[in-house]
């Protein structure tokens, strides 16, 4: 599979030149902090990114999972990215700040705020462009995320879904699934993966999911796993655990990837 790119966008100099610079293993976990993240930066779009992206290629770093791409985008006021194109990926977008707007070579169109997910199914071929919503002076903050397709050759689509109520509960939430036992959430074209999103006030536990492949990563304030502290935009990756709790330090979001297959099985 190619390299994932975004168009327009050239790499500064802040990324890490060696994968053991931005990833750190603490027991069976594997810790990937925010300023250790490879980053892609113009005068309006700032990207960090968990895995190889674009100009930054790290063989070792590819996908974890079936999980392709995890970008920490922030964008400008009246910028973001134009028309381009994307085939066999399934998107999930989730915005943290501001909001973003979406159109699509299909029809699509629509505005993603926080609580709204948007999955995109690039199928055969999708041209879309994504911008910050240009009734706001501030700067829009959204996660990318892509996953593999079971299978080639769907028909382009789009979905969204809004989950803020269901947030508000504090606990873990179905947000993206391929799996039939998660039929509430937003359909994604791969049995073995599941996204779901949690908002938890200080002090409070979510327990993580059991998987196989399991990829957290913090939007908002910190958190504890195990004996590690994790703040916006670290990311841990770890394989077969189920029932680990995750303690909010501060309010905080988080994003948890279960997958029960990796790339290529």
């Known amino acids: 599979m190619p390299v994932p790119s975004q168009l327009g966008l050239t790499f500064s100099s802040r990324h890490p030149s060696h994968r053991s610079a931005a990833i750190a293993d603490s027991g069976a ?8 993240r490879a980053t892609t930066a113009t005068d309006s ?26 970008n920490d985008e922030r964008v400008s006021p009246g910028h973001g990215f134009d028309t381009h194109p994307h085939r066999e990926t399934e998107i999930v977008t989730w915005v943290t700040e501001g ?58 689509s789009y979905d969204q879904h809004d989950v803020t109520g269901e947030l508000g509960r504090g606990g873990l939430v179905a947000v993206a699934s391929g799996d039939p036992a998660h039929d ?28 196989r492949f399991t990829h957290l990563f913090v939007t908002a304030g910190s958190l504890r796993l195990a004996d590690e502290t994790l703040g916006t ?33």
Request: proline share 5%; aromatic share 6%; glycine share 10%.
């Open 184 to 211: 509430s959430a937003i359909r994604i074209a791969n049995r073995s993966s599941t996204m779901f999103a949690a908002r938890l006030a200080a002090g409070a536990s979510v327990a993580l999911p059991p998987a």
């Open 233 to 265: 935009g670290d990311a841990v990756r770890t394989g077969d655990i189920g029932g680990e709790p995750v303690t909010a330090i501060t309010d905080c979001e988080l994003l948890v990837w279960a997958m029960s297959r990796r790339l290529g099985e």
């Open 99 to 156: 909001s973003l707007v979406h159109q699509d070579s299909e029809g699509h169109c629509g505005v993603i705020h926080p609580g709204l997910a948007q999955r995109m199914s690039a199928g055969t071929g999708i041209l879309h462009s994504e911008m910050n919503d240009v009734v706001q002076a501030a700067e829009t903050r959204f996660v990318a995320m892509w996953i593999a397709p079971d299978e080639s050759g769907h028909a382009p």
């Open 29 to 36: 976990l594997t810790i990937i902090r925010a300023q250790d």
């Open 45 to 70: 779009v700032t990207s960090r990114h968990s895995f190889s992206f674009g100009d930054h290629y790290d063989p070792d770093n590819t996908h974890f999972g079936t999980l392709l791409v995890n």
